[in-house]
């Protein structure tokens, strides 16, 4: 007799153990089409900045709207904190590794100047680019509407972990439907990791929904507190509620798939998972336009007391456009982003990211040392 099973671990998959299989056309890749619709927004390539303060200030957020993506501002974060927002990310640029969490805490313990962010959003739009704005549950009733009076395009609705059903001591807490009510402009919310969490943040009226929990580099949550749900996994859930929701309702929500991806066969296998779009954020972090100069941490890297983050060295490695269109001599993946996607794609046949989310994958455990051994020290 079997002892009893008191619960059943299911297995789940990162990108490092599965692989993609071809099928039986391919298509040139000039031909394929891998844009990103977002409402009534349409954007030439399906990648999103992360709303970190290392990675998206106005001036980076213009030049992802130029490169034909979006960056999301943290309106919780330096820029809405410090008239002077590149002072103060010089101090913890030159902070050493035991000074930088503390000084993170002080910092980001500064009070919000609620006059800051018209300031920020007319200084993205003034430049003729999409203004994204990022904003955690309990502020945004109040600073929400700021935002898109001041001119922003769409809102991220962004914790750790999101739901549409939240339990608080407090009288009335953040309903989504009636901020899509409230501000009439695309809402996406996040980060959520499984089929039910994602399908009932669509039922609220969102345009779009951040999968990830605990991927990404500069994230501590599956150290500190053990939460989270591999990338592909978690991608392929959050595409399941997305169909059954569009095929019940006929509303099609975004799934962007936010963390855990270093290069392009990554990005690829995101889209292959079900993705609409990603969301990069030390892959950004990384390139010569980045606040933080070769370095980055997390949105919860400073919180008062339980920090889910850490500052970590990154490096400069190129410009914005050597990440996205090349060209590049590194071999490894990490730069020419979107031509990468592009080849992947007319590798598999697939004219659209639509195309893309119905391509075969397989399990691939040994992935990174089938005939890769002469590679590993990549």
Known sequence: ??????????????????????????????????????????????????????????????LMHQMGGLGVMNLEGLQTRYDNAEEVLERIRKASEEEATPLLQ????????????GRRVREIKEQGAVCAVSITPQNTKRLAPLAVEAGADIVVVQSTVTTARHVSKSYRGLIFS?????????????????????????????????????PGAACTTREVVGVGVPQVTATLDCAAAREEYSHRTGRYVAVITDGG????????????????????????????????????????????????????????????????????????????????????MGMLGAFTIRDLQQVELAFAPAIKTEGKHYQLGF
Request: net charge negative.
């Open 261 to 344: 991806m270093r290069t392009g066969g990554d990005i690829c296998k995101a889209f292959a998972s079900g993705a609409d779009a990603v969301m990069l954020g030390t892959t950004f972090a990384q390139t010569e336009e980045a606040p933080g100069r070769g370095y980055n941490w997390g949105m919860a890297t400073s919180h008062p007391e339980l920090p889910r983050g850490t500052r970590v060295t990154v490096g400069t490695h190129g410009t914005l456009k050597q990440f996205l269109y090349g060209p590049t001599s590194v071999t490894d993946g990490t730069q020419n982003l979107v031509n990468a996607l592009r080849v992947g």
């Open 178 to 214: 009636e901020l899509v009510e409230m501000v009439k402009v695309p809402i996406i919310v996040g980060n959520c990791a499984t089929y039910d969490a994602a399908r009932e943040l669509m039922e609220t009226g969102v345009d779009g929904i951040l999968v990830g929990v605990g």
């Open 106 to 117: 002080k910092l980001y313990a500064a009070p919000l100047k609620e006059e800051l962010i």
């Open 1 to 62: 007799m079997g002892v009893p099973q008191f619960k059943e671990i299911r297995r789940t998959y990162g990108f490092d153990e599965i692989s993609i299989v071809p099928g039986p056309v391919t298509v040139n890749p000039d031909q394929v089409d891998p844009s990103f619709t977002l409402g009534s927004l349409t954007f030439k390539m399906p990648f999103l900045a992360s709303a970190m303060d290392a990675v998206v200030g106005p001036r980076f957020a213009v």
